[in-house]
């Protein structure tokens, strides 16, 4: 039974001088709350506080984070059986009261609480109440009691098992939110219970997979007839019946032949099978019941080739290249993140070629839905546990609170076949190194990464790569190019360009990542009218990283021209963090050395200029549309070699590839066609081969141009472009350009133009556009569709459009 609803809330303590609400008149005062929640969402709700995300009234709401705050609800069982209340996620410190008895002091987010309800219930009139203590002053209590660690950000947050990204990061806002943030349920635990379901492949040899399952039973196992163990989909159903040796530990090994595997996207199919474990009683009634979403795959994490270090992961016995996105909190206020929220994300990272997603350490880890969901849409999953940028404690009472909650989620999470790694932690290592220019072996919490946790996987049967923190590497310096992965931060955050990705030799790139501000519209909900301007303030309060602004405006100027109209200039820097990502991916792609590049970061969780390919109403950036190119299975690249000029396709995909290729070679004075050449072209998948090199080297030795390569199938369709140009897009001059835009239908538009118009880009109220930033030829019609928001209808006067050529036109 489910206990959502009816919940109420009030503030219960705070200093009388911080308050700054309305509430302040009411003091005690019961209003009604939702429940899954947050206070701050909650106070939002009841007309209390302003949008924390409008302009800067995030400064204005940290009095919440120092308030103590109580929730309560009633209900009634009506004569039903119930054991156990379950609260599936309580943010973080609080006391939990069932009819005025005490049932637990919660202190982690990340775990699940279930208490014994047998004796504490009644009938009717049930009193549920909550009392949550303000984290911040948790924290600090702790801080002082404990002592300051180093920790980026706000140091106390390392005290609390909370979401770190919550204190305020680099790309996001303070909001410190408490609340009841999952669903909270009353359980009646069946006669015979299982859990600790493990189900792992352990090899596939010769067509057959080496399956092995292992689950615990408890209860009343003298009960247990048999158990039954299926393991299906819609054409297959392997079937054993165990007869119970009413053991509480059990473990089955399995064999499939010509098992259907599961792939990443990109590489095959992703096939699932459901795992149904059964038990049944003496008397044939159903005991217990579990099913589970499984996949038949290996995952191998190779250190090493040939003598030589390497970083490569294996699927299913092949080497996969990682195309990777970071992931962060969908939103400040978590339980406002719905289920179409997670699949448009993810839907919008597969169609980008993607095929892995980290789940960064200073967020959450996620919930079942973004699980499973990763498993349909083939997206491989890097998980951190969840600590991040900092040094943590390492008193006893903390190891045992981090101890239950690796316990909690390693068994939540593991089954799920897109599960691929467990990470010990974002960056601690490496920013111990940095800051102490000593090995990271010193740092206070060292033994939790290097010892604790791989003995609490090993405990666990733990089937899946371990690292223990990224970047990591064999080398005293963590972030190493010679042996483990890497976070490339040279590149704009050491305001380093992004040209000089060519001198990265990484092996494995976690992160790197070049900032852009969100979309008009987003922004424009949150900024008033007189704030939508480059440098003011809370255009720039909407950066969070220190020098973000300025950051912003040298790279754009090292590259680009320089405007300052505000949607000019949201244009060009978006077009400059495409440029940036397609650069390094292409380099990594490339070099024959790096193995994988996941972006920093695929999502926002409230509007805001940040790394994010996607901002935080889920509409891509310019630079999304450049990533999706350069992951494509078909990746068009100019590689420069000894001053010899190819053109480079790699044909990554699981099909030969038959098409046509063809370059446009255009005078950079004046943009007048000096060659156009096409050829046919024959890949086998999985090669990669060069062309035009003859022609490149020689044109281009008599006058600068600029180079488009466009790869068509057999059915003339375009199936990837790129271009080249040595001279910076400043120094140049492009065409004047005169568009036609035609109306097909009501969610699909087709453009041209009268000359080559480069990064074409739309913009119209509401309306958001499912192609962007692409180079458009004379005569070519491209046609895509949009989706306007509701009562909006596309309106060509409304229509602004963007190239470079606006700005570069003589
Ligand atoms: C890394 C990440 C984040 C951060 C990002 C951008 O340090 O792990 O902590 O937001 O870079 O600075």
């Known amino acids: 039974m489910l206990l959502n609803r009816g919940w109420e809330f009030r503030l219960v303590s705070s200093r009388e001088d911080i308050l700054q609400s309305e509430i302040k008149n009411t003091p005690g005062k019961w209003l009604p709350a939702t429940v899954p929640g947050t ?315 993607v095929n892995m997603v980290r789940v960064w350490g200073g967020g959450i880890y996620e919930n079942d839905l973004f699980y499973e969901t990763c498993c349909r849409l083939g997206l491989l999953v890097w998980q951190d546990f969840m600590f991040a940028c900092a040094t943590y404690p390492k008193q006893e009472s903390f190891m045992e609170n981090v101890r239950e909650e690796i316990n909690y989620q390693v068994s939540r999470l593991r089954n799920y076949p897109s599960l691929t790694i467990w990470c010990g932690n974002n960056e601690n290592e490496w920013i111990w190194y940095q800051q102490n220019k000593v090995s990271y072996k010193n740092m206070p919490d060292y033994k939790l990464y290097h010892e604790f946790i791989p003995k609490l ?142 972006i920093w970061q695929l999502n926002d969780c409230w509007p805001v200029s940040s790394w994010s390919i996607i901002d935080s109403d889920l509409y891509p950036k310019l630079a999304y549309y450049f990533v999706k190119d350069t992951f494509s299975d078909f990746l068009i690249c100019f590689k420069n070699d000894e001053n010899k000029l190819d053109v480079l396709i790699q044909n990554c995909s699981t099909e030969d590839f038959k098409g046509r290729i063809e370059l446009h070679l255009l005078d950079i004075k004046d943009c007048t066609l000096i060659e156009k050449k096409s050829v046919e072209v024959n890949i086998k998948c999985g090669n990669e081969t060069k062309f035009f090199q003859d022609i490149l080297t020689v044109i281009c030795s008599e006058s600068k141009t600029l180079k488009i390569v466009t790869l068509y199938s057999a059915h003339d369709e375009v199936v990837n472009k790129n271009y080249h140009i040595d001279e910076k897009w400043k120094h140049i001059s492009l065409p004047k350009v005169r568009f036609e835009i035609r109306q097909i239908n009501n969610n699909t538009i087709e453009i041209s133009t009268d000359n080559i118009a480069l990064f074409v880009d739309l913009y119209h109220p509401g309306i958001q556009f499912q192609e962007r930033g692409f180079i458009l030829l004379p005569n070519e019609n491209k046609r895509f569709k949009y989706v306007a928001n509701e009562n909006v209808t596309f309106n060509r006067e409304l229509l602004r459009l963007f190239s470079l050529n606006n700005y570069l036109a003589k």
């Open 39 to 353: 206070v701050h969402t909650d106070l939002l709700n009841n007309n209390l506080i302003p949008d924390p995300f409008y302009s800067d009234n995030e400064k204005k709401l940290d009095w919440i984070d120092f308030c103590d705050w109580e929730y309560r609800t009633t209900f009634n069982i009506d004569n039903a059986d119930y054991d156990s209340i379950v609260f599936e996620g309580i943010d973080t410190i609080a006391e939990i009261y069932l009819n005025d008895i005490l049932l637990c002091n919660t202190k982690n987010m990340f775990v699940e609480y279930s208490f014994n309800i047998r004796g504490k219930i009644k009938n009717d009139a049930n009193n549920l109440r909550i009392v949550f203590r303000s984290a911040k002053n948790i924290g600090k209590k702790n801080e002082d009691k404990y002592g300051k660690l180093t920790v980026a950000h706000e140091s106390e947050r390392v005290y609390l098992r909370k979401a770190q990204y919550s204190f305020g990061w680099d790309w996001g806002p303070s909001f410190p939110t408490l609340g009841i943030w999952k669903n909270v349920y009353l359980e009646k635990s069946p006669e015979c219970k299982i859990s600790d379901v493990r189900f792992a492949t352990m090899s596939i040899d010769d067509n057959i997979a080496n399956l092995s399952l292992t689950y615990d039973l408890n209860g009343q196992l003298q009960n247990i007839d048999h158990v039954l163990i299926q393991l299906e989909n819609d054409e297959y159903k392997h079937e054993e019946k165990v007869k119970s040796l009413n053991q509480r530990k059990n473990l089955l090994h399995i064999q499939i032949e010509n098992p259907k595997l599961w792939f990443p996207n990109g590489m095959g199919e992703q096939n699932l099978y459901i795992l149904n474990i059964i038990v049944a009683g003496k008397d044939n009634r159903i005991l217990d019941q579990n099913h589970m979403l499984v996949g038949i795959r290996t995952i191998e994490l190779q250190l090493e080739n040939n003598n030589e270090s390497n970083f490569r992961f294996l699927i299913n016995g092949t080497p996969i290249y990682i195309k990777g996105v970071n992931w962060i909190p969908v939103d400040s206020f978590l339980p406002r993140v719905n289920k179409d929220k997670y699949i448009k994300l993810l839907s919008l990272a597969k169609n980008a070629n």
């Open 457 to 598: 996987l090993k405990d666990l049967g733990n089937s899946h790569p371990y690292w223990p923190t990224s970047p990591f590497g064999f080398d005293e310096d963590p972030n190493s190019f010679n042996s483990g992965n890497t976070h490339q931060w040279q590149i704009w955050s050491q305001w380093v360009d992004y040209e000089n990705v060519l001198s990265d030799e990484s092996l494995f790139v976690t992160e790197f990542g070049f900032q852009a501000p969100a979309n008009i519209d987003t922004l424009n909900k949150v900024l008033p009218p007189d704030q939508r301007r480059i440098q003011s303030e809370i255009f720039e309060y909407h950066n969070k990283q220190v020098d973000g602004p300025e950051r912003l405006v040298r790279f754009l100027s090292k590259h680009l021209p320089l405007q300052t109209e505000w949607e000019d200039y949201l244009y060009l820097t978006q077009l400059n963090q495409g440029f940036a990502l397609k650069t390094c991916i292409e380099h990594w792609r490339t070099n024959n050395r790096t193995n994988g590049s996941i």
